[in-house]
């Protein structure tokens, strides 16, 4: 069946820390994938978009790295602070529309 | 640019009533997104509109759920009769073509009770 699987439903670090986040895909194949950030009470907003052909994009601290061989995507965030503290979905594109991954709910503690 | 709208922000209500919720997404994206998302999980697509036509609405509970985005700008979710199942934050999203990165609304939680 497919699934997509966002590790651990919780990140706490420190302030400073390089956080990363990492999601997992079975039985689909997206051409592209995307990061998104939730705060509480908010829809997600959009970060990020990396292509199946692109092994890295980076804006700013935030990193995104997508192996269609691992079928995984990592999310980096380096140097991270205290608003950095949200909970972050990968979206994998399937058909014309977006499938959402649980996310991650990312503690910086300062 | 102005964000996507939606109203209300809350709402609470009896199983078996109904529902009604409001979008207005960002001027000029044709492509507007209505997804539910259960507290601690992922949003879930519900339906996907291209102007007025609906592209995907496999995911759509079609017994009790319905939507509608006439003029092919505004859209209305209704829910009826809604059942407990039913409470989530549901989102409105717009794109300017399919596939594109979406911008959401900031949701409307229901509580059916």
């Known amino acids: 069946s497919q699934k997509i699987e966002q590790n651990s439903e919780a990140l706490n670090i420190q302030e400073g820390k390089t956080a990363t986040l990492t999601c997992n895909y079975t039985n689909y194949s997206p051409a592209y994938l995307q990061w998104y950030r939730q705060d509480p009470g908010r829809g997600p907003v959009f970060l990020l978009l990396i292509r199946e052909n692109e092994k890295e994009k980076r804006k700013e601290r935030l990193k995104v790295t997508f192996d269609t061989t691992l079928k995984q995507s990592l999310f980096h965030i380096t140097a991270s602070q205290p608003a950095d503290s949200a909970t972050y979905l990968c979206a994998l594109n399937y058909g014309q529309n977006f499938v959402f991954g649980p996310g991650t709910r990312l503690s910086v503690l300062p | 640019e102005a964000g996507v709208a939606q109203s209300p922000r809350y709402k609470i209500i009896e199983k078996r009533q109904s529902v009604a919720f409001w979008c207005n997404p960002i001027s000029g994206h044709a492509t507007l997104y209505w997804y539910q998302q259960i507290l601690g999980q992922g949003p879930k697509l519900l339906i996907q509109?291209?102007?007025?036509?609906?592209?995907?609405d496999s995911q759509l509970p079609k017994d009790r759920f319905s939507a509608e985005r006439l003029k092919g700008v505004d859209s209305t979710l209704k829910i009826q009769p809604a059942k407990l199942e039913d409470s989530a934050v549901y989102l409105c999203?717009?794109?300017?073509?399919?596939?594109?990165?979406?911008?959401f609304g900031s949701g409307t939680r229901l509580t059916v009770v």
């Open positions: 509109f291209q102007n007025n036509g609906v592209v995907d």
């Open positions: 999203a717009s794109s300017l073509i399919p596939g594109d990165s979406y911008t």
